[in-house]
């Protein structure tokens, strides 16, 4: 890791030693004010046709560097507001001050204005969307932007799933537009997951918490993910082609603006990125989805949407061989494998959402929303692998250096699976908000019904030398030979699962904003969330709080505290065992959160910048212990455990380059369990990872910012892992340590300052951009997940699975 930050410092210094060299630029400051003179915060203030810009802090105040001795255009946007262009030529070292006015327009958000000015008081932060289609990745999307935030975690670039703070991927809540999102239920490896749900062509608003959010998100443990689509106001379209697949997006709204549409429609395939992985053979992987957005203004109170989506992931795969190098350098051994069968697996979802929002009066609005989800998820495979493990020669001057002289065992095994699943979920739910002087309430609740079928066969058999495992012992003229019953190694089948259930949930929680003389400003939330549940009879009562300070120091700094009862009654996959036996008894799983951090707006080299830090302790109870393999987790359906979770999380986001935003994350995290009647006290949980760093910068040459640099850099130590009966997760079986680097260079071909001839057929581009990506800039192999194999004598091996090596990708991103 040393000399892998000391190349990327080495990298960065050379970089910007280059790009550093220019012409003195000009200065823009002002003030960014509504319609009755009150600041606007995050307000979006750039330079057309530039790359980077800066927003408005909490008194709307900005700073922008911009070039000198040539015309450009200053533009100014937010949420709900009109956008405001203004035409300005400086003079080098020039400095000009502008205060702006921003006009609400008729197709605002409903209580944007208010949810922004909560934020920073809250545990949320907000994310610029379009930092999304920047950084290089090879799932691409708002998740790639996640996985380097402060607490959250990732280990699999193929995968778009995420940890947060010591939980696992079903512990995070994921909403669009207020409909809660819901990932497939059989995926196993990364490489079938396909597309996630939000597609970033349609994000308009991101906000995140990594812990201690309020009583209006949903019952889940450890985050939230709350994305609002864009509402158009006039037609726009994008198209993104690279060598991993292809995205497009329309949006408008015709005739009186009463009506508008966004339409998004993705394809992928990373077949070109798989054929780098260990096993050889015929990959076939097709991911593609479509959805919609439909909107239309009855009138200026009342106001009608549909989401719609539609997602068909296929994975096919016909393997080949695998040749793996594992062990140490004075113990090295290969593996080889030569395949037989295939593998098919098929998801299919389907969501559709309706909701009517209605403002009877101006402080007050309320909605109602119904929604229906479907999947279909089909996993068949039958694939026989047959090996040899062999001892490498390891003597630098031997002969036959690099070559097997010695053969360790020769077998094979053979997977077999015919899974399917249908789950489908109804939901119907009101909310609320009205905002009173210095209160702002907000109530919900919400009915859900649910039905699951699903059907289970699958095993796997280990054979050595002709010999099943576990091998039949025996005694040469022995009139009774031990004949004991022949196991598979792994076996899970059940009947026909059918279950049925319904869900209810509700909220109440309240704002208060106070101001004491010359003392600062606090502001305190209070919530109450209950669920009850059916199928066990429980019900539950989440209290939820937290407060905010902020000191009238010349400095602008924030303090939060916030804390909570976070409870997450099961789903259908924690009610099932690893014999694949429904527990309809299970209760929820509980977690208490302490959270508390500081907020800090500061200027370093006179230029913006944050820096936000949380410290946070979990406390956790009745938990439902379970393994991952790759990105499949399996839980033992009992509430058997308790656990604990404490750390540190840091980011410092802001201009390290002028005009561009970039940040740095660090997390430490401790989190253990306890089970029930074990005898080890308490282990690791398996999403235990001490230590996470991660860093996104930007750069472009300042003579010609047209040239950009994007680069995402991640860090995190080993998570532990437990042998196949071998026990619980130790601190002494850890994987290796997480280690990837990306970088992308891009190139602004037309802009929008760009002006063509009126025959040109490029004049109706808005901006064309080229990118070339690096993935995997290092060639670091990181281990997802090991295979095990046993010879006959009992020895176990573990190969590991390696993620992606180094790989190219070009994308070609236009918008009209």
Known sequence: ????????????????????????????????????????????????GYPGGTISDSKGNFRLAVPSGKRFILTVSFIGYRRE???????????????????????????????????????????????????????????????????????????????????????????????????????????????????????????????????????????????????PVSFGASVNLSLLGAQAHVEGSPGNKRFGYLVGARYKTNKYILKGLQTKGAYEPNFGDVQTLFLYDVNPKLKISFLGNYSLNSYKLVPEDRETNFGTINEAYRL?????????????????????????????????????????????????????????????????????????????????????????????????????????????????????????????????????????????????????EFDLFYSLKSDDINISSSRFTGFVQNAWRFFPAEKGRLNTTLGLRYNYWDMNGQFLVSPRGSISYKPMWESDVLFRVSAGYYYQPPFYKEMRDLQGNINKNIKAQKSIHFVAGLDWNLKMWDRPFKFITEAYYKYMDDLIPYIIDNVRIRYLADNSAQGFAYGLDMKLNGEFINGVESWASLSLLRTAEKIEGSREGYTPRPTDQLLNFALFFQDYIPNNPSYSMYLKLLYGTGLPFAQPGGGSFSDDNRFPSYKRVDIGFSKQIISEASSFKSKNPLKYFKELWINLEVLNLFQIRNTISYLWIKDVNGRQYGIPNYLTPRQLNVKLMASF
């Open 1 to 48: 890791m040393r000399i892998l930050l000391r190349t990327l410092l080495t990298a960065s210094i050379c970089i910007s030693s280059l790009f550093l060299s220019g012409q003195e630029k000009a200065k823009v400051t002002g003030k960014i004010l509504n319609a009755i003179n009150q600041p606007i915060e995050f307000a979006n203030i750039s330079v057309l």
């Open 336 to 484: 080889k494998i030569f395949f037989e069968g295939q593998e098919i697996d098929r998801y299919e979802t389907m969501m559709g959402a309706l909701s009517v929002n209605y403002r009877p009066m101006k402080d007050l609005n309320l909605k109602f929303i119904t929604s229906a989800f479907q999947t279909y998820e089909t996993e068949t495979y039958d694939l026989l692998g047959q090996y040899w493990i062999g001892r490498l020669e390891t003597g630098m001057g031997e002969e036959q250096f690099g070559d097997v002289v010695e053969v360790q065992g020769v077998g094979s095994y053979l997977d077999h699976a015919r899974n399917s699943l249908q789950a489908s979920v109804f939901t119907f739910q009101h909310k609320g908000a009205r905002e009173r002087d210095n209160q702002y309430l907000q109530w919900g609740v919400k009915y859900q019904y649910e039905v699951i079928n699903d059907q289970l066969s699958e095993w796997e058999l280990i054979d050595s030398a002709g010999f099943s495992i576990p091998s039949v012992p025996f005694s040469v003229g022995s009139p009774n030979p031990r004949n004991p």
């Open 85 to 231: 262009s203004l035409s300005m030529k400086l003079t080098p070292g020039e400095t000009r001050e502008i205060n702006l006015i921003l006009q609400q327009v008729a197709t605002e958000l409903e209580n944007v204005e208010i949810i922004d000015r909560q934020v920073r008081n809250t545990n949320l932060i907000r994310l610029d969307p379009k930092i999304a289609t920047k950084i290089p990745t090879i799932s691409g999307g708002i998740e790639e932007m996640l996985k380097t935030m402060p607490g959250v975690s990732s280990t699999n670039e193929l995968s778009s799933q995420y940890s947060v703070r010591g939980g696992n991927y079903d512990e995070n809540l994921v909403y669009v537009n207020d409909i809660e999102i819901y990932r497939p239920f059989l995926i196993r490896a990364s490489q079938q997951e396909g597309l996630s749900f939000v597609n970033s062509a349609l994000v308009s608003s991101i906000l995140f918490s990594a812990g201690g959010f309020e009583a209006k998100y949903g019952d889940k443990m450890s985050s939230v993910l709350d994305i609002q689509y864009k509402r």
